[in-house]
């Protein structure tokens, strides 16, 4: 699942992971593009130290045996870990989906943590590039529709998948888990007090006015793959 920062990627990791016949692995290329790029990220340091920084052995880990000798592995990535230099050969080995998010409702809950933000750090232009690399075979499903309708979206993502649906998709016990990443005390409040998919609010597209334009760059990359979104 390919989604850039403050998708709800957790929740639906959480969703995933809450069925009895999937293991998830949380943003597995995180360290490798924290040491590579230098970006300042909260908890850097011990985020670097917690997985490899070599893409290469993320990559084999990726393709080996899936955790608990479960049908399903669900691997959760952000676009933007997706460095230049990472050969994307792996990739077909695997089915790939997209989770998307309008830019406004990902800068407003993104800006709280990173206020100096930059296009480059949503993965809106990365999430395109890699739809257009995979020949467009992909399945995408968008946030807004994952929260009005949970059910009905997971359900066809699954059909699609050649998956049964659980009810246990739905629903999870609050707090954290360990397979977390190290970082998830400065980004998964929200998902750890949570015990499921919460209705959207107009007060997902407040922002600083001075951020409007990366909003307007962002537009066209999710406006494309909206339209090709399941409903």
């Not at 997706?82 to 077909?92: C, N, S, V």
């Not at 257009?132 to 946030?143: M, Q, T």
Request: glycine letters at 6%; proline letters at 8%.
């Amino acid at each position: 699942m390919w989604s850039g920062p403050r998708n709800i990627s957790t929740a639906v990791m959480r969703a995933f992971e809450n069925r009895d016949d999937c293991a998830v692995i949380d943003e597995p290329f995180y360290a490798h593009y924290l040491a590579k790029t230098g970006v300042d990220h909260p908890g850097i340091e011990e985020v670097v130290a917690s997985q490899p920084t070599d893409w290469r052995e993320v990559v084999a880990h990726l393709l080996g045996p899936i955790p608990g000798n479960k049908p399903i592995w669900y691997q959760k990535h952000m676009t933007h870990h997706l460095l230049p230099e990472i050969d994307r050969d792996w990739m077909r080995h695997l089915v790939h989906c997209f989770l998307i998010r309008h830019p406004a409702e990902v800068l407003s809950s993104y800006a709280k943590t990173r206020p100096n933000v930059t296009l480059e750090d949503l993965g809106f232009t990365q999430q395109t590039e890699i739809y257009d690399d995979l020949g467009g075979d992909a399945l995408v499903i968008d946030s807004r529709d994952v929260l009005e309708n949970p059910r009905a979206i997971l359900g066809r993502l699954c059909a699609e998948l050649g998956i049964p649906f659980s009810e246990k998709m739905i629903s999870w016990p609050a707090g954290p888990r360990d397979t977390d990443g190290v970082w998830a005390g400065h980004w998964y409040q929200n998902v750890w007090s949570s015990t499921g998919f919460q209705p959207p609010s107009r007060r997902q597209r407040e922002y600083p006015r001075s951020l409007q334009p990366i909003v307007d760059a962002a537009l066209p990359a999710y406006e494309r793959l909206h339209a090709a979104r399941l409903t």
